[in-house]
């Protein structure tokens, strides 16, 4: 759909408003150099999308083991490895690290980033709970260092288009949205994704994108009913949200690592519904229905996505800009509490809540 065949008339520029800035802008005449911090899956997928960015180069990555660190280098044009993270954070030639741990370590990571005066990109959820992530936040803000969580989702231009188009009143009153996210997890209990020392579970690995989804959307929710079926060890297996807010909306929410779910989403309102396909989390297009016409609405997505989050992430770097106003920090906080909001309901604690 092109800009002149639009339902709602031309589409304005995706334009992102500038975010706090007190930070000495990076130089524009030179790429933006990354340190990758983990050399997992998502590290791996990350770096593959910075090969599509030309003013993106990996300065150095860092692994617990020199052997991972150098093979990572190898494979994805890394100038040097290392075989620690606290070497990684040091480096003086990486401009921002790139946390890709579990979601368990990510607090420990940050904070080495931070004590080494780096700018910190880390991957989703951003804690375990909400009042590690008001720490982080806390810390970013009185040291003057840029902070993001790398909800990707919220740079993909779509899902951009889309609540852009939502906030300008083009689709008229949300009263419904839909979002799922779930595959089968046939691992050991010892992966990440179920081991509950790392925090392991649907929630924060899968959860949490329906839920922001939803809060794009809709805002905080006035009301959360949650259940799940729970693992032998606590993690939470299979998860069902009903939200509900003020104004008389709903968000109807599920993920699980039992089942190939739908993976898909939508939004309902009193003139029609969108419709985003399988893996709505990262879509390339979304479908527009109203009066019996359907319009597809279509965006530029970089690579998988990661691309277009990483390029966030480099815009502001070049603008000073100290958070990006796609990710704000505020409302990642607040997401985290909605999710210790959540595990309470359903019973499930960790280890960090004890601490």
């Known amino acids: ?10 589409l304005p520029a995706l334009d992102v408003p500038p975010g706090p800035s007190v930070n000495a802008p990076l130089p524009a005449d030179r790429p933006v ?5 983990a050399t997992g899956k998502i590290a791996r997928g990350f770096a593959e999308n910075l090969a599509l960015l030309p003013d993106a180069e990996i300065a150095a990555v860092g692994a617990r083991r020199l ?12 100038a040097r490895a290392y075989g620690s993270y606290a070497e990684l ?7 921002v690290v790139y946390v890709a741990t579990p979601h368990a370590l990510h607090k420990e990571h940050v904070l080495l980033a931070f004590d080494a005066g780096k700018p910190v990109l880390c991957e989703k959820a951003l804690t375990l709970n909400a009042p590690d992530a008001e720490e982080l936040v806390a810390e970013a803000r009185a040291r003057g260092l840029f902070f993001m969580e790398a909800m990707w989702m919220r740079c993909n231009p779509v899902v951009r288009r889309l609540k852009q188009l939502a906030d300008s009143g083009a689709f008229g009153t949300i009263q419904q949205v839909r979002a799922d996210l779930g595959f089968l997890v046939d691992k050991p209990e010892t992966d990440r994704l179920l081991a509950p020392e790392l925090g392991g579970g649907a929630l924060l690995d899968m959860g949490v994108y329906p839920l922001t989804f939803a809060h794009l959307f809709l805002g905080s929710p006035d009301s959360v009913a949650a259940v799940a079926a729970l693992s032998p060890s606590g993690i939470d297996l299979n998860l069902s949200l009903s939200l509900g807010y003020d104004s008389g909306a709903v968000a109807s929410l599920s993920s699980t690592m039992t089942a190939w779910s739908p993976r898909t989403a939508s939004v309902a309102t009193d003139t029609g519904r969108l419709d985003l396909g399988d893996a709505f989390h990262h879509p390339r297009s979304a479908t527009w229905t109203s009066d019996g ?21 480099m815009r502001c770097l070049r603008n000073g800009e100290l958070e990006s106003p796609l990710v704000p920090l505020d409302e990642t906080v607040e997401l985290m509490r909605l999710m210790d909001r959540i595990r309470e309901e359903i019973g499930l604690r960790y280890h960090a809540d004890r601490d």
């Open 33 to 37: 150099r990354w340190g990758i911090l």
């Open 293 to 313: 016409e359907s319009f597809e609405i279509t965006e530029q997505v970089t690579g998988t996505g990661l691309a277009d989050e990483a390029a966030e992430v």
């Open 89 to 95: 954070v040091e480096d003086p030639d990486v401009d």
């Open 67 to 78: 052997e991972s660190a150098q093979e990572f280098a190898d494979r994805f044009g890394a």
């Open 1 to 10: 759909m092109t800009s002149l065949d639009t339902p709602f008339g031309p």
